[in-house]
């Protein structure tokens, strides 16, 4: 399946679910949603949007969040899986791999066809997690995927694009900041932060 392909599945099935996307999603996402709680995170260091996530999730309690990462960032913060699944939180990691460093210049990314990424979720305590190699199994799975309890890691190969352009967020940080405040305050917020874990 392409990008565009993945992302279209999770466009048809993300209910009110917090998406955060960074990198080569960027780029793909704003054709297909554009509400305030379309999040595009592209910070100067790779890896950091799950923490994001993990973040507004706690900060939130039940907020559902959608984190989209490349297998190139996830690869520069693996760590963030084991911090993920000790909590008992609806946040779903939804890995795009290309096998590439795509918006640095399409570097190929070590061993990419040998990494097991559904084994590393799985060892890192997630237990839920949906390998998905094409378009048609995605489809079968989004619904459920994007269900029921988390932590969840969704793994989706894509075809790789090499020459793409960097991409650059719809708006201004503080704007998005302002925009998805907006959407997710209410009376309470910022709720007490969750204590406990899994």
């Known amino acids: 399946m392409t990008h565009r392909d993945a992302l279209e ?3 048809a099935h993300r209910r ?3 998406v955060v996307t960074t990198m080569g999603s960027v780029g793909v996402w704003p054709r297909l949603s554009d509400t305030p709680r379309d999040f595009h995170y592209l910070p ?3 890896g950091q949007g799950v923490p994001l996530g993990l973040g507004l999730c706690l900060a939130k309690p039940g ?3 959608v984190v989209l990462t490349g297998d190139g960032g996830l690869l520069m913060n693996l760590g ?4 993920v699944a000790q909590f008992a939180v609806p946040l779903t990691v939804v890995l795009i791999d290309n096998g590439l460093y795509e918006v640095t210049g399409g570097q190929p990314v070590p061993n990419a066809d040998r990494t097991d990424f559904a084994a590393i979720a799985t060892g890192a305590g997630f237990g839920r997690v949906y390998p998905c190699g094409s378009r048609g199994e995605w489809e079968a799975t989004a619904a459920e995927a994007l269900a029921g309890p988390g932590p969840v890691f969704v793994w989706l190969k894509v075809e790789g694009e090499r020459g793409r352009a960097t991409p650059t967020a719809p708006r201004p940080m503080a704007e998005q900041i302002a925009r ?3 959407a997710i305050r209410d009376e309470d917020w910022p709720q007490k932060r969750t204590e406990g874990t899994k």
Do not use: E
Request: with cysteine; charged share 10%; net charge neutral.
């Open 80 to 83: 963030c899986l084991v911090t």
């Open 44 to 46: 100067s260091s790779m």
């Open 9 to 11: 599945v999770l466009a």
């Open 180 to 182: 998805l405040r907006g």
């Open 16 to 18: 009110d679910h917090v």
């Open 63 to 65: 907020l559902p969040v």
